[in-house]
Structures are given as C-alpha cells and as structure tokens.
C-alpha cells in the first residue's frame, strides 16, 4: 500500500501497477498551462514559483533532479566578487541580496562561510582590470589579482551587502598576522583578506525542497522523463512528446507555454523542438573530494578562495570532514560527457602545492570526484573565466515555429545557483505576462520546505535533537535527520515512528524505514539516486558494497524491484560510481 503525501495521492511506484505515480499524474491529464523541461534548480525554482501563483504548471527531468550544473557546482552561494572585475554590478548585487535571502528562507542548508584569500601581491591586475570593464576580453596573459584590486573589491561587495548585516565585513591581515592564522601557508603570501559569502551544503536536497514546495502547490514534476519532440497545434499550443526513460514508454502532452530550462542542454532541447538555437557556449568544471585531515587541518574551517598562477579561480574548502577542491573552466564539448580528467587532477595538486607548500596529496586521499557543465552563454573571444555569469530570457514566439500556431517558447541562458530565487521570479513572470495573468505572491522571504521554523540558533538546534530523540533514536540519528531534511524531518519521524524501523548494518546514517519513505516520497528511479542525491554518502566516499547490497534490498519491496532489477540497480550504481566519480565499489554478490 502506498503512502498518502499531502494532496492525498500515494506514491508508491507498486501502487500503480508498475507505473510511477508521479509519470501517473501527468498521463492521466496530459496537459497543463506551461510546461517545464528541465529539472535543474533554475526549472525546479520556476517551477515553485509558478505553483505559488495557482498557474496550472508541469516539470519534466530526463535524469535525476540536480543532476546537471547544479549537482556539480562549487557549492557557493556568493556575490560573485570576481565578476565585479568583469564590470557585472548588477549581478553582483542581485548575487549578494540573494545570498543574504537564502541565508534566511533555507538555513538548513545554506550557511555563512568564512572565506580567506592569500595574496601574493600589491598591485598586479589593476591595470588589466580596467580594460575588462570595457571590453570582457582577457588582454594577454592573465594577471594574478593584486590587494590593491581586492581591497576594492570586498569594500564594493561590503557596500552591496548592507541589508541587515547578514554577514560581517571583510578584514585585511598583513603576512606576520597572516601566518599565523594559517601557519601552513605559502611563506611568500604578503595578505591575506577574510570575507563571509555563504555555502549549500546540499544543493541536491534544497532543489528536492524546492520542488516539493511546488508540488504541495499543485504543480505536478516528473524525473527520468524527457522531451523527445514537439508538434504544434492551431489553437496555440504544443503538445510535446515524453518519454519514460525507465520504461521506454512515450505519451504527448499539451502545453500553451513552454521554459526551456535544460542549462548547457538547452540549444539541443531547442533543435528537438524543430526551431535551433546557438545561444550556449558552456564551460566544464570539475571537483576533487579529498580524506586528508592535514589539509583539511590547514584551512581552520574556511574556505580559501585564490587565484592560480593561470588566472582561474579556484578554492580549497572543507566540507565536514572532507576538503573540497575546484575548479577548472574550459570550453566543454556536448557531445562528450563531463569527467574529471588526470589532467584535471594533476592541475589540483599543483594548486594545493600553490597554497600549501608543505603538504603533500596523492591521489590515494580522493574519494570522489565530479565535474558539470556551466551553461554559459556563447563566447567567441572571451576567456572561459571571463565569460558573463549573468542571465538573460530568450522567447520566440509561435510565428517563429516550424509550423504554424504552437505555444511560446522560452529558454534561459545561463543562471548561478546563487541567484536562482530571483531568477525563478522573473522567468516565472514572463510566463505570468504570456498567460496574462498577475503574480499574487513573492518569494523573496517564504521559508522554503524543511527552512521553515529551522532553528537558529546552537542551542535551539540541541534543543530540536534532544525533543526527537527516543530510546531507539540516539543523539546522532536525530540530528543526522535534521541535518538531512530540515524541519520536514517532523514528517519523516513520524512515518518512521508509526512502524518496526531498523539501522542500516553498512551505515548508521539511515534506516529501512527511512529508505521507505524516501521511495514513497522523493521519486527514486535508481539505486544510485539515493547514494548521490537524497543522501551525500558517495561525496564522502563512504559507499561499500555492503551498503548497495542493503539499499538494493531495502528498495526493492517498496519500489516493486524484482531480483533481477535488483542486480541491474547495482550495477549500474557502480557503473555510474566509476565512470563520473572515479570511485571504484567492489561487489559482494558472485
Ligand atoms: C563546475 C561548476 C561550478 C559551479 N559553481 C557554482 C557556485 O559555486 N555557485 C553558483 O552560484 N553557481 C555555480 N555554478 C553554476 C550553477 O551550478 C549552474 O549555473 C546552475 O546549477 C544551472 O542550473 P540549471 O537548472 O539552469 O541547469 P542544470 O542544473 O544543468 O539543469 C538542466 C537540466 O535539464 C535536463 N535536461 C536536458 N535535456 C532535457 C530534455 N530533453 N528533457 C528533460 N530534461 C532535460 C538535464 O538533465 C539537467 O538536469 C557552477 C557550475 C559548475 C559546472
């Protein structure tokens, strides 16, 4: 028997014969005002927002939620000091304005992150800079940013962030001071300045949230559902056609609008469509996680944020107790799929060595490994880095399709994780001006999912543990819940209260109850949906083949695997595992 969510509908993927309830929920009225393709955070973001204002609203993900850019970003939510250089003032303060909302209506996951950059000179870049404003095009050889350049930069970033003081303002040491904050930095540092942007601890569960949000509206969202293609109809709609891509099984549905929203993907959506576009020109970046407590050590709980000898930007940032280190910018080709190259690892080590001279990384300590692909505008001469980070909204209207009448089309062009809450507003918006109907709500300050009523304070959290905790849910198990969903984790204690619940014997971190609720709930299609996206265990690098034995096993019964599924689920996790993540899982079963 399926669980009952919120509208009454159950979940279970059994429920329905075989069918998913959430693909259900489409076929059984395949049509909607506006149709979503592409379920990253900036369509999920659109999607809520859209729900919000009572607009009949569709989403549909070819993969997995946040399993594009948005599940292989920095982990950032920042200003974007950098782009100041690049002359983008507007997205600057639309970043930091942002960033200091998210900090409020999603802190439990987005927290403040102290940020420390060394700087190796007074003044160099400042000539460079300049010329940037004009033109964004890298003259030369790119120039390692001097304090000069920087000093001027965080004081323009401290007068956008003067809205409540959310975050402290930035602190300039000399290299005595320096160094002895950070003893294990390069001894030819001669500053460092200290900053607070913030970070998503989990972007992949904020965008779940998200969505979520827009379902409890009324929206309705399928994962593992692609667009294949589109034909028009006179009366001004399109009807697309989907297809399941767990099953196999294609239907149409009709829309008067459609966002394309699919990031790097959306010239390819748009040919699919029958009317192509060139405006993408995406970058690929790339991450290492790394078990290495001596580095972790060295950073005393901050990020440090620098630039390398190239000019990129990149970051050595502890997460837990792992060390997250980024990224590269080059030009990415669609046709390949985005991997962390030795390359690209090779490139890490030397920038750690940059930093930390005296410590020593071999690739033994990497545990994971990703990489996505920005979708940034097209750029012809334009350096990667310097590439506009900015967004814009591209619509074409029916008498521009291949065929006469079919529903407006509009595709975003770019969009950060940052900025993803106003950017929802305003393509949400455009949708609202193509209905003509008006916006009844904001966003800017609704607690989204498991944010609202989250404590905030240490000791409001301690209390909130020590409220959920019961003989048979230590310390650990109640704040490993809240740390996972928020305040929803009411919900998800009572659903496992109201049963027998045991401990996973591969992890303590969930439970078969849990596992249960999470098919019910959060629209699982694979084994590895779980180890990536509802939980960071693959990020930690703490996947054995215990524990995709135990989860296949757990899975199965509400997900309506049978022993051969099961296998599969397995297999590709490791497939998935050791293809995109460089991590390798040794199977138990013969
Ligand atoms: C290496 C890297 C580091 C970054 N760091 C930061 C950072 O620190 N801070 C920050 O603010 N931003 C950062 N970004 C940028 C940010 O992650 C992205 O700009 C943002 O996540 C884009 O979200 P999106 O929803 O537009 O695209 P995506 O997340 O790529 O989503 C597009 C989705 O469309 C789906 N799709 C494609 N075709 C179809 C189809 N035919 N049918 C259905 N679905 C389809 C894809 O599967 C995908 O899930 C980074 C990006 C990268 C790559």
């Not at 304005?97 to 992150?113: G, M, Q």
């Not at 095009?137 to 959310?166: N, T, V």
């Not at 699919?262 to 020109?281: E, K």
Request: contains cysteine; charged residues 25%; aromatic residues 8%.
């Amino acid at each position: 028997m399926g669980l009952k969510d919120s509208s009454g509908h159950t979940n279970s993927a059994t429920a329905r014969g075989g069918e998913r309830e959430s693909v259900f929920r489409l076929r059984r009225r395949p049509n909607a005002r506006v149709l979503i393709i592409g379920g990253g955070i900036n369509g999920v973001g659109t999607f809520r927002d859209l729900a919000l204002q009572g607009v009949d609203v569709a989403l549909v993900e070819r993969g997995d939620y946040c399993q594009g850019a948005s599940g292989a970003s920095s982990h950032m939510i920042h200003g974007g000091i950098r782009y100041l250089e690049n002359g983008e003032f507007r997205l600057v303060r639309e970043s930091v304005v942002e960033r200091n909302r998210l900090l409020r209506i999603a802190p439990h996951y987005v927290k403040p992150l102290q940020t420390t950059i060394p700087i190796f000179s007074t003044f160099s870049g400042v000539l460079a800079a300049p010329l940037r404003f004009l033109t964004h095009k890298q003259q030369g050889k790119p120039k390692e940013r001097g304090a000069f350049l920087i000093k001027l930069g965080l004081s323009l970033y401290d007068s956008f962030s003067r809205d409540g003081g959310s975050v402290p303002r930035h602190q300039f040491r000399t290299r005595q001071k320096a160094l002895a904050e950070l003893p294990m930095l390069h001894p030819g540092v001669k500053y460092t300045a200290t900053y607070f942007d913030a970070s998503v601890h989990n972007p992949e569960r904020l965008t779940l949230d998200v969505l979520q949000d827009g379902e409890k509206a009324g929206g309705r969202a399928s994962n593992y559902l692609s667009l294949m293609s589109v034909s028009s109809n006179a009366d001004g709609s399109s009807t697309a056609v989907l297809r399941d891509q767990l099953t196999g099984e294609e239907f149409g549905f009709t829309a008067d609008v459609i966002v394309n929203t699919t990031g790097a993907w959306v010239d390819l959506t748009n040919q699919a469509m029958g009317a192509p576009t060139t405006f993408m020109g995406g970058t690929k970046g790339s991450h290492i996680v790394l078990d290495h407590p001596g580095l972790l050590a060295a950073c005393d709980g901050r990020e440090i944020f620098f630039e390398h000898t190239d000019g990129r930007i990149v970051l050595i940032y502890p997460m837990g107790d792992r060390v997250l280190v980024g990224t590269t910018d080059v030009d990415a080709d669609m046709s390949e799929d985005a991997i962390c190259t030795d390359g690209e690892i090779d490139y890490f080590f030397d920038l750690i060595g940059h930093v930390f001279p005296d410590i020593a990384v071999n690739r033994g300590q990497i545990v994971y490994t990703f990489s996505g692909v920005r979708p940034l505008p097209r750029h012809d001469a334009t350096q990667p880095g310097f590439v506009s980070r900015d967004y814009r909204i591209e619509r074409r209207g029916p008498e521009a399709g291949p065929q006469e009448g079919g529903a407006v089309v509009l595709s975003l062009v770019g969009g950060k994780w940052t900025t993803f809450r106003a950017l929802a507003e305003h393509l949400a918006d455009d949708v609202l001006a193509e209905l003509g109907t008006e916006r009844k709500i904001s966003t800017a300050k609704l607690a989204i999912g498991g944010g609202s009523g989250f404590p905030d304070s240490d000791a409001g959290i301690q209390k909130w543990i020590k409220a959920h905790m019961t003989p048979t849910r230590d310390a650990d198990r109640a704040a490993g819940l809240l740390t996972r969903y928020g305040t929803r984790a009411e919900e998800v204690i009572s659903y496992l209260d109201a049963g027998h619940d045991s401990l996973l014997r591969s992890t303590r971190e969930l439970s078969v109850r849990e596992l249960k609720f999470m098919a019910a709930h959060e629209q699982i299609g694979h084994l590895v949906d779980v180890l990536i996206r509802r939980t960071s265990l693959a990020f930690r690098g703490l996947v054995t083949g215990e524990l995709l034995n135990e989860l296949a096993e757990a899975l199965a019964e509400p997900l309506g695997w049978d022993a051969a599924r099961v296998a599969a689920e397995i297999n590709h996790a490791q497939e998935v595992l050791k293809r995109y993540h460089g991590v390798e899982v040794h199977s138990l079963v013969a």
